[in-house]
């Protein structure tokens, strides 16, 4: 058996489940909606307050899938009940971030601005910036996927560079530094 496919998905008080016909999981909870079609070989069940994922044989292909739609769905069951937060730090000089609803404006050293229209399930935040510290954008969403898609969108503007270290990078992330060129002594 799969380690992750064989593991339950517990659901959350406030969170309801449907297995709609064509294998389709719809999760409902209180931060919103999701769906998922599951293939037609994994078979899904609803026991209780837990949702169960089987698979027909060990071949190959029925393994892969089996933990992979676990995944999926229990990633549903978490956005829908506590969302997902993904924060960026802009870091370099002048570098500048603004979020007005749904679009977000970056100036990263370029001759222009960058503005990004974010899809209508993506939120996105920039909290003041105290003198010296960097710019951070916050982008919250229930669907894992997506938001994880717009953050590497956003990263991919500016990504960090090895020397000093300036670009876009994840809160908390640690990057590997290379060191400099060295004069040569004649």
């Known amino acids: 058996m799969s380690r992750i496919g064989k593991l339950p998905v517990n659901l959350p008080a406030g969170v309801k489940v449907e297995i709609l016909d ?20 994994i078979t899904v069940t609803l026991e209780g307050n837990e949702l ?6 060990d071949l190959p292909r029925f ?10 769905v229990h990633n549903m069951v978490v956005g829908v009940s506590e969302g997902f937060t993904i924060k960026q730090e ?11 609803g749904q679009l977000v404006t970056m100036s990263l050293g370029y001759s222009h601005d960058i503005q990004l229209l974010l899809p209508d399930e993506v939120k996105a935040e920039t909290p003041q910036v105290r003198k010296g510290e960097n710019p951070v954008l916050i982008l919250k969403s229930i ?3 997506l938001v ?13 560079e090895p020397y000093k ?4 990078k994840f809160v908390g992330e640690t990057l590997r530094r290379k060191a400099g060129k060295t004069a040569s002594a004649k």
């Open 148 to 160: 994880g898609q717009v953050a590497a969108k956003i990263r991919s503007f500016r990504r960090p």
């Open 165 to 168: 270290g300036k670009g876009i």
């Open 52 to 57: 169960k994922f089987t698979r027909p044989s």
């Open 90 to 100: 802009f870091v370099g000089v002048g570098y500048r971030v603004a979020a007005q």
């Open 22 to 41: 064509g294998n389709v999981v719809k999760v409902k909870g209180p931060l919103g909606e999701l769906s998922q079609k599951v293939d037609p070989d």
């Open 63 to 72: 393994r892969s899938m089996h933990g992979l739609y676990r995944a999926l």
């Open 143 to 145: 669907d894992k996927q």
